[in-house]
Antibody, heavy 122, light 112 residues
Framework: QVQLVESGGGVVQPGRSLRLSCAVS????????MHWVRQAPGKGLEWVAV????????SYADSVKGRFTISRDNYKNMLYLQLNSLRPEDTAMYYC???????????????WGQGTLVTVSS | QLVLTQSPSASASLGASVKLTCSLS???????IAWHQQQPEKGPRFLMK???????DKGDGIPDRFSGSSSGAERYLTISSLQPEDEADYYC??????????FGGGTKLTVL
């Protein structure tokens, strides 16, 4: 069955860095665009970043552009999110999500992980 | 910029039905949306995609109690025979060629 398992979260001081990982199984990882979505405590979902199936294209939310970097390793079935210059407002649960692979250039998310918590605090 | 609007809360009795609404902003009534359920302390779960014509495609293992429909710029999620485990937050999501993926603010459903 499809599984996405995030890791790498923790407590970090403002201005520092962190790398999140998402291990996937149960599907052909290299065929799917993958996303990171975050959820601040008590708030709704916010899309963060996407990487295409082959890693050739990446896109970011304005709130993280220039600070976060999404990447993937299709040999290891791993998705990553490098978080630099962290701010208190980056405190959130971070989820990886798979984008449905249909005929449209963009589509909905059909599988999600359970999340990893990032807390930015001094 | 496309905006999805959801009521912050809804409630219904155990065994009853409830209809949740996701409203697409002006000029975007043709867009499909997806519904996601987030139970307490869990990651979201995809429920279904709902198109502007009301047709919907459900995710793996989603019970028949869950259905989708549309009217104009409104997209609906109907849950019948409410169960305790249906108490959750429900988010709608949309996407397009010219804007990033967008989520509604979510509806917190309470099963009485």
């Amino acid at each position: 069955q499809v599984q996405l398992v995030e890791s790498g979260g923790g407590v970090v001081q403002p201005g520092r860095s962190l790398r999140l990982s998402c291990a996937v199984s149960g599907f052909t990882f290299s065929s799917y665009d993958m996303h990171w979505v975050r959820q601040a405590p008590g708030k709704g979902l916010e899309w963060v970043a996407v990487v295409t199936y082959d890693g050739s294209k990446k896109s970011y939310a304005d709130s993280v552009k220039g600070r976060f970097t999404i990447s993937r390793d299709n040999y290891k079935n791993m998705l990553y999110l490098q978080l630099n210059s962290l701010r208190p407002e980056d405190t959130a649960m971070y989820y990886c999500a798979r984008e449905y692979s249909g005929t449209h250039p963009r589509d909905f998310f059909d599988y999600w992980g359970q999340g990893t918590l990032v807390t930015v605090s001094s | 910029q496309l905006v999805l609007t959801q009521s912050p809360s809804a409630s219904a009795s155990l065994g009853a039905s409830v209809k949740l609404t996701c409203s697409l902003s002006s000029g975007h009534s043709a867009y499909a949306i997806a519904w996601h359920q987030q139970q307490p302390e869990k990651g979201p779960r995809f429920l279904m995609k709902v198109r502007s014509d009301g047709s919907h495609d459900k995710g793996d293992g989603i019970p028949d109690r869950f259905s989708g429909s549309s009217s104009g710029a409104e997209r609906y999620l109907t849950i019948s025979s409410l169960q305790p485990e249906d108490e959750a937050d429900y988010y709608c999501q949309t996407w397009g060629a010219d804007f990033p993926w967008v989520f509604g603010g979510g509806t917190k459903l309470t099963v009485l």
